[in-house]
């Protein structure tokens, strides 16, 4: 039930095929993709949207993709989940998808996690997995295997569709690291002054407001004279007025003459729930 072993993907030197997956690399970055390499995921329920799922992750390239359902395929099943077939009628739903997903990828392979029709998944069968993704599962089902997971460190989505509309709710664990808290391009602005002394004043040019908010982290460069700014570590930012704000001590700095831009640094945020 498992791709093509010669052709598996060395995740444990996190090796990734550039030619495979350029796109997803350009758009995610070595580190993320990395880190998909070496999850395991479990994928709970296979109707519609749970077949969509598990063809998105076959595609993306994680290390493994395991699916459960063990109900039988109804005709019903034949109008929203693409891979099954009138021929696979009466047969589990998880094993009538397995051969079809596992053709996706050759680097991903497929398994499917046994059970019996009717059988609700439990917390004990989740211990080898780094994701799982519960489909159209009740209220009780998720909250019982999210209590688990986020526990376990197991990181949790659950969606569901209802016609044209749908919800998904994430659970990432206890701590998450969010690298860009606003989403939003990095604000920048030229300098008219800056003033030397153990709390510096910055003022922007022409009185251009700078946009910045308390807490913010700043960086320079083409600052003339005050040199040491240029390309400095993140600078954290004290807003005295729409154009002014303040940054740490430069009184050991040289003399600022001219010139200068102010970059914003996205700095990491760490959310507890």
Avoid at 61 to 75: A, E, H, M, R
Avoid at 103 to 129: M, R
Avoid at 148 to 173: K, P, Q
């Amino acid at each position: 039930m498992a791709a093509t072993d010669s052709l598996k993907m060395d995740t444990d030197e996190q090796k990734i095929d550039e030619g495979l997956y350029s796109r997803q690399l350009y758009v995610l970055g070595h580190e993320a993709m990395k880190r998909m390499a070496a999850s395991n995921v479990l994928i709970v329920g296979l109707q519609g949207l749970g077949v969509e799922i598990a063809k998105d992750l076959c595609l993306a390239g994680v290390k493994s993709v395991t699916i459960y359902d063990p109900d039988l395929v109804q005709l019903q099943d034949l109008n929203s989940q693409f891979f099954l077939r009138q021929t696979d009628i009466g047969k589990s739903r998880a094993e009538a998808t397995q051969p079809r997903l596992a053709e996706l990828n050759a680097y991903v392979p497929v398994h499917v996690l046994p059970g019996t029709a009717g059988q609700q998944i439990t917390t004990a069968q989740l211990k080898e997995f780094q994701v799982v993704v519960l489909t159209n599962a009740p209220l009780s089902l998720q909250l019982q295997l999210n209590e688990w997971t986020h526990a376990n460190g197991v990181h949790f989505i659950a969606a569901e569709t209802r016609g044209l509309f749908g919800s998904v709710f994430n659970d990432f664990g206890r701590g998450f690291t969010c690298v860009d808290p606003t989403g939003e391009q990095p604000l920048t602005g030229m300098i008219a002054e800056i003033e030397k002394g153990q709390n510096t004043v910055v003022t922007c040019l022409d009185e251009t407001r700078h946009g910045l908010e308390d807490g913010d982290f700043v960086t320079f460069s083409e600052v003339v004279g005050m040199t040491e700014l240029n390309g400095c570590e993140p600078m954290k930012v004290t807003v005295k007025g729409p154009y002014t704000f303040e940054i740490s001590d430069t009184s050991s700095f040289g003399s600022y003459v001219r010139g200068g831009m102010f970059t914003q640094v996205k700095m990491p945020k760490a959310i507890d729930f």
